[in-house]
Nanobody, 112 residues
């Protein structure tokens, strides 16, 4: 079955960077778009970014545009999210999502 496993979260200071990974299995990874979402404490889950199957197109929520970059390596069945210039408000659990399946999430905490 479809399985998604996120990693790369952690504690980082404001202005810092992290790279999240989402390792996929159980389906033909290269033929599907993948999304990143996040959920901050007390808030609803929010869409962050999307990359289509060929990586020819990416989309971003306005609140991360210019700071986050989504990419994928179809040979490794992995999607990445490079997060730069992190702010306290980026603190959340980050999830990848495709085909109705969510990963378990990885915690990102931005704090001094």
């Amino acid at each position: 079955q479809v399985q998604l496993v996120e990693s790369g979260g952690g504690l980082v200071q404001p202005g810092g960077s992290l790279r999240l990974s989402c390792a996929a299995s159980g389906f033909t990874f290269s033929t599907y778009a993948v999304n990143w979402y996040r959920q901050a404490p007390g808030k609803e889950r929010a869409w962050v970014a999307q990359i289509i199957s060929t990586a020819a197109s990416t989309k971003y929520a306005d609140f991360v545009k210019g700071r986050f970059t989504i990419s994928r390596d179809n040979a490794k069945n992995t999607v990445y999210q490079q997060m730069n210039s992190l702010k306290a408000e980026d603190t959340a659990v980050y999830y990848c999502y495709t085909q109705g399946v969510w990963g378990q999430g990885t915690q990102v905490t931005v704090s001094s």
